[in-house]
């Protein structure tokens, strides 16, 4: 089984809805991350986390939320999807910081089209 | 947000070739790292550099912090099917803590039959 997953890996959605994109992981890591990937414009960060009580934005957090419902879930909410929002998103993990050591492991992604 | 500059952005080669890309930044990096990243797939480590002037291989894969702190490389030798994919650079800038890392625009690496 997979280390990191994301659910759904496809969804398609109208302007305005809700949506959430679920990352789960058995690694046992305390720090989690989400990002998008869009064509020709490499990844971003949008949020991460490094507990349960412990959430940061990262590069573009407008129009987004998320919760760390536990320490091997992070969601991503889109409040009000907008078609800007359609990309590819990944979720990741590490047990350390980046600058230090760590690898992150990242899930297979969710590709979200908003019409 | 900041970018950087990844080049070549594709690559056709024939199997067998070695192959050279690339970032370059105008702001200095604490860490460049370089990933892989297969269709369907996320990205995957390949080398992770900390140190300016570091030369780091892994199998036929190497690549190196530049001096500047600005520019890193990576070089694949006696390139295989299997490195068929993008390939990410990314840096955590100094001011930016551990945490937040800039990434690349990708090299699509081809192989021609």
């Known amino acids: 089984d997979a280390d990191v997953t994301q659910t759904p890996r496809n969804r398609i959605t109208k302007t305005g809805k809700r949506i959430m994109l679920e990352c789960s992981q058995t690694?046992?890591?305390?720090?989690m991350y989400w990002y998008r990937q869009d064509p020709g414009l490499g990844l971003r960060l949008i949020y991460y986390?490094?507990?349960?009580?412990?959430?940061n934005k990262g590069e573009i957090s407008d129009g987004y939320s998320v919760s760390r419902q536990a320490q091997a879930k992070f969601s991503l909410s889109l409040e009000s999807a907008i078609p800007n929002q359609t990309a590819l998103y990944f979720c990741a993990t590490s047990d350390q910081p980046i600058g230090q050591g760590a690898t992150q492991y990242f899930g297979p992604g969710t590709r979200l089209t908003v019409l | 947000g900041q970018q950087l500059n990844q080049s070549p952005q594709s690559m056709f080669i024939q199997e067998g070739e070695d192959v050279s890309m690339n970032c370059t930044s105008s702001?200095?990096?604490?860490?460049w790292l370089w990933y892989k990243q297969d269709p369907g797939e996320g990205p995957v480590l390949l080398i992770a550099?900390?140190?300016?002037?570091e030369l780091t291989s892994n199998g036929r894969l190497t690549a190196q912090f530049g001096i500047t702190r600005k520019d890193s490389f990576l070089n694949i030798s006696a390139s295989i099917p299997s490195d068929v994919g993008i390939y990410f650079c990314?840096?955590?800038?100094?001011?930016?803590?551990?945490?937040?890392?800039?990434f690349g625009t990708g090299t699509r690496l081809t192989i021609i039959p």
């Open positions: 690694k046992g890591h305390d720090r």
């Open positions: 702001s200095i990096f604490n860490t």
């Open positions: 986390s490094f507990d349960v009580k412990d959430i």
């Open positions: 550099l900390y140190k300016a002037g």
């Open positions: 990314a840096g955590l800038p100094p001011n930016f803590g551990n945490e937040k890392l800039t």
